[in-house]
């Protein structure tokens, strides 16, 4: 079969018009990035922010047009708002409403979200999410796990989830589920091969519809794992999700706490609470003589929480097996829950569960509303 080019993907494009205006999406100029690699097409439409709901009719049209073309085997459009992105995360900040972020997004049926988020990658942020969100649902809550993570999703492969999520209704999502606890990723949705390069401002469009089109049901939290550091992507997600607050993974190594401090003083700026700081690679137990070894020193985040105010919910060893059990698909807090390491991971859970109600308390005294239920 041959690709499809460029040229047709621009032709095919130019077909579809903006309501009112009567000229096609290309003449105003809304279409950015355009790639096509291989069958697999990428594009933007640059709208203004405020007309982003009246244009997700146009950008499904283009999305349809493109894929219906012959050689076309995937599509990504996403709307991205074409206000100026360097200033956009301080544009958009209103009054701290939900859970205390400053978010004007909801999310049916789901009472609290969280971030995990972490000052730089390969800290264990995956590892922690996943484990965080089973000790969660081993606590008896009806979790949800997000990836946010669109640079290198590693949820489907650490929950042992692959397919592609069903859309009942040609709209919405339904997420895909394992051990008890409902997933989405992007890794659903692109093939783990694809190499994606994804510009700031799509990261967000891509993200606001992963939130928006997913049919979550009741969940009393959603665990959401954001992209490693603290740059504008993280900052407009700490806004544009309703977040009750955030749990920030850490080594002990001051390189990587700096980073952390970082990452806090983010959510602070964006009246997100950080519930807590979680040491992870805190120490390690030789398998063979039961020695301890502090390998990257022990603590450094303990202090730190003391330092800024913030508690500390606690520290996870390297153990070679929690790894392999992440990388194979089998997460250890499900695999074995009596495990010493499942048991710290649910014992942090019950703290989070904790801090939420605590942080969802607060926000409902700050902003009294009523609630019918
Ligand atoms: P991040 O999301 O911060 O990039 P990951 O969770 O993907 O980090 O972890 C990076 C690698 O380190 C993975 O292979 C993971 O299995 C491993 N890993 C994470 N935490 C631990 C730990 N406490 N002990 C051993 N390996 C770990």
New binding site residues.
């Given amino acids: 079969m041959s690709t499809v080019t460029e040229q047709q993907v621009v032709e095919a494009l130019s077909e579809i018009k903006v309501p009112d205006t009567g000229k096609s999406v290309l003449e105003l100029g809304l279409i950015q990035g355009l790639q096509v690699k291989e069958g697999h097409v990428g594009f933007s439409l640059e709208v203004d922010p405020s007309q982003g709901e009246a244009m997700e009719p146009v950008r499904k049209s283009c999305e349809d047009i493109v894929y219906d073309l012959p050689g076309v085997l995937s599509v990504t459009a996403v709307l991205t708002a074409h206000s100026n992105e360097a200033s956009a995360p301080e544009a958009q900040q209103t009054a701290p409403q939900g859970g205390g972020g400053a978010s004007d997004m909801e999310i049916p049926g789901v009472k609290s979200v969280i971030a995990v988020a972490?000052g730089k990658?390969?800290?264990?942020?995956?590892?922690v999410s996943v484990n965080l969100a089973l000790g969660l649902a081993a606590t008896g809550l009806k979790v949800g796990l997000m990836d946010a993570d669109v640079y290198g999703p590693?949820l489907p492969r650490m929950m042992g989830i692959g397919g592609t999520p069903h859309s009942p209704d040609g709209k919405y999502m339904m997420p895909l589920s394992n051990y008890g606890v409902e997933v989405i990723s992007m890794g659903f949705l692109v093939p783990e091969d694809t190499p994606m390069i994804w510009r700031g401002p799509m990261v967000m469009s891509a993200l606001e519809q992963l939130m928006r089109d997913v049919k979550w049901g009741d969940l009393d939290v959603l665990v959401c794992d954001l992209p490693?550091g603290t740059g504008d992507a993280q900052l407009t997600m700490a806004q544009r999700v309703p977040l009750t607050g955030a749990v920030v993974v850490s080594t002990p190594q001051d390189v990587a706490l700096a980073d952390a401090r970082k990452g806090i003083a983010m959510f602070d700026k964006v009246n997100v609470p950080t519930l807590g700081i979680i040491e992870?690679?805190s120490y390690f137990v030789c398998p063979h003589c039961g020695d301890r070894t502090d390998i990257f020193g022990h603590g450094g985040a303990k202090d730190e929480a003391t330092r800024q105010n913030i508690d500390f919910l606690g520290e996870?060893?390297?153990?070679?097996y929690?790894?392999e059990t992440?990388?194979t698909g089998t997460p250890l807090t499900a695999k074995e829950p009596d495990h010493a390491i499942s048991k710290a991971f649910i014992e942090i859970a019950k703290k989070v569960a904790v801090k939420i109600e605590e942080a969802n308390a607060n926000s409902a005294a700050a902003a009294p509303k009523i609630v019918i239920s």
């Fill in positions: 972490s990658g390969g800290v264990g942020k995956s590892t590693s490693p992870n690679m996870i060893p390297i153990d070679p929690l790894r992440s990388d």
